[in-house]
């Protein structure tokens, strides 16, 4: 008897890190899905004079790509993001993310700039109004600035096709 409460208490414990190690780690539920976009206006990153805005994200499907140079999976991802700015199926707006303004307007220069903007977040307070676990995250946003989709971790072709892919087609009734 006296052994059977350890045992059930072990059981649901092995329950537990079972049903946690099943999940996909990039899943992590957003509380913005299916609501608007955060409020927020910052310097862009290359001009200080214009600014980036929630505003901007909206009209059309549109990608919102937290990122910084001090970030490993940012650059396994850049290369991708290239790729999905050559191929111009939606924007992709940038937020760089506690970072050093001219070390990213260096890393955009040396491997290329696939954002039509990047609003500059030097102490991450608007990563921490979108709810940013760390970087690299991206966020599709509807036309309407509504955030349908979070995906956290480096941006690859197959998450593309099958997570954002479909999710845009939707949208827009075509994609590429």
């Known amino acids: 008897m006296r052994f059977i409460l350890p045992v059930a208490i072990f059981t649901v414990l092995v329950g537990f890190f079972w049903i946690g190690l099943s ?6 539920p957003s509380p913005f899905i299916g609501k608007p976009a955060p409020t927020f206006s910052l310097s862009e990153l290359k001009n200080p004079e214009l600014t980036v805005s929630n505003l901007d994200l909206k009209g ?4 919102f790509n937290v990122w910084a140079t001090w970030c490993v999976g940012c650059r396994q991802e850049h290369e991708m993001l290239m790729q999905l700015a050559a191929m111009d199926v939606v924007p992709i707006y940038g937020l760089n993310y506690r970072d050093d303004r001219e070390d990213a307007k260096r890393w955009l220069k040396g ?3 696939p954002y039509v903007a990047v609003g500059y977040d030097p102490d991450g307070a608007a990563g921490l109004d979108w709810g940013v676990y760390g970087a ?3 966020f599709l946003v509807d036309p309407a600035g509504v955030v349908v989709y ?18 845009i ?3 827009s009734g075509s994609g590429s």
């Open 136 to 138: 690299p995250e991206t």
């Open 60 to 63: 059309k499907p549109t990608l």
């Open 150 to 167: 979070k995906h956290l971790g480096p941006m690859t072709m197959s998450v593309w096709r099958e997570q954002f892919m479909p999710r």
């Open 169 to 171: 087609q939707s949208m």
């Open 23 to 28: 999940k996909d780690p990039s899943e992590v």
């Open 111 to 113: 491997l290329g700039d």
